[in-house]
T-cell receptor, first 117, second 112 residues
Framework: DTGVSQNPRHKITKRGQNVTFRCDPISEHNRLYWYRQTLGQGPEFLTYFQNEAQLEKSRLLSDRFSAERPKGSFSTLEIQRTEQGDSAMYLC???????????????FGEGSWLTVV | EDQVTQSPEALRLQEGESSSLNCSYTVSGLRGLFWYRQDPGKGPEFLFTLYSAGEEKEKERLKATLTKKESFLHITAPKPEDSATYLCAVQAAGTGFQKLVFGTGTRLLVSP
């Protein structure tokens, strides 16, 4: 168990460019989440996958954002035509599916910092 | 709408000076209340999940408790390495997926 892995850790891009972040969840975790965090705030939910199915999307996820999880393994989050307001840390998290509430543990990765200049 | 309020926003302690962080919440039925620790520039590190009022969990110098309206994170004899932001989040009950709703955190600084 190597934890949730995110790449790249840091990305600086010019406004209008596209960026893609990758997340490798903990093996055998079939639930995967993306959150966004800005300075001084708590993480905000963006989207959720169970296996390869994207089951939930926040209103924060504009049309410029797209997330995929092919084959239910790693996931990518793409931001098209980046804007300065997209600057934030993008966090990926994963958890196992558990019938019992006592198994409800959600682990976060180290995050991918995006700076749009 | 589910809400989480954490207090204080920032807390400065001397090494060994015990204290408590507060997390007040409103949620339409609670599935779980989560505590995380976050170091600068890093992702949240999982600490505890609490499920029902009266439940308590401990890990080293940290102890989390839960009532129907709030949770406390008690820090006993803190050390400088406990300095971090502590985040609280709630997950509402219900069928299917329920997102975590986070507070803005308490920034803890422990001085030697």
């Amino acid at each position: 168990d190597t934890g949730v892995s995110q790449n790249p850790r840091h990305k600086i891009t010019k406004r209008g460019q596209n960026v893609t972040f990758r997340c490798d969840p903990i093996s055998e975790h079939n639930r995967l989440y993306w959150y966004r965090q800005t300075l001084g705030q708590g993480p905000e939910f963006l989207t959720y996958f169970q296996n390869e199915a994207q089951l939930e999307k926040s209103r924060l996820l504009s049309d410029r954002f797209s997330a995929e999880r092919p084959k239910g393994s790693f996931s990518t989050l793409e931001i098209q035509r980046t804007e300065q307001g997209d600057s934030a840390m993008y966090l990926c998290a994963s958890s196992p599916t558990s019938v019992w509430s006592s198994g409800n543990t959600i682990y976060f990765g180290e995050g991918s910092w995006l700076t749009v200049v | 709408e589910d809400q989480v309020t954490q207090s204080p926003e920032a807390l400065r302690l001397q090494e060994g000076e015990s204290s408590s962080l507060n997390c007040s919440y409103t949620v339409s039925g609670l599935r779980g209340l989560f505590w995380y620790r976050q170091d600068p520039g890093k992702g949240p590190e999982f600490l505890f999940t609490l499920y029902s009022a009266g439940e308590e969990k401990e890990k080293e110098r940290l102890k989390a408790t839960l009532t129907k309206k709030e949770s406390f994170l008690h820090i006993t004899a803190p050390k400088p390495e406990d300095s971090a932001t502590y985040l609280c989040a709630v997950q509402a009950a219900g069928t299917g997926f329920q997102k975590l709703v986070f507070g803005t955190g308490t920034r803890l600084l422990v001085s030697p």
